[in-house]
């Protein structure tokens, strides 16, 4: 099982970007995925969940600016940036919830960083 995020780069401020975070290989379920970020020497902070069932959560500092979004059918998970900011800057990672087998209980993968920079 891998785990694919893409969709970083650098705006403006007040822009908008949207990241992508693809799962591939072989596996049963999708439970859950998130968004993750990390700024330069600070705490990496999660940012958004998404439950298989659609069920969302958001981080307060980017409530009503960015959102989280799945389908199912292509084991993908996006995230919607808007108004972004200079303080949003910082690598992006995803991670799933996978059910590998029904044998198995689901583990946690992880994607690489994506780096969003945005600019004053």
């Known amino acids: 099982v891998q785990l694919q995020a893409s969709g970083g780069g650098l705006v403006q401020a007040g822009g908008s970007l949207r990241l992508s975070c693809a799962a591939s290989g072989r596996f049963v379920t999708i439970e859950s995925m998130r968004w993750y970020r990390q700024a330069p020497g600070q705490q990496r902070e999660l940012v958004a969940a998404?439950?298989?069932?659609?069920?969302?959560n958001h981080a307060d500092s980017v409530k009503g600016r960015f959102t989280i979004s799945g389908d199912n059918a292509k084991s993908t998970v996006y995230l919607q940036m808007n108004s972004l900011k200079p303080e949003d800057t910082a690598v992006y990672s995803c991670n799933a919830d996978i059910m590998a087998s029904v044998h198995i209980p689901p583990y946690t993968y992880w994607g690489q960083g994506t780096l969003v920079t945005v600019s004053s």
């Open positions: 998404i439950t298989r069932g659609g069920i969302t």
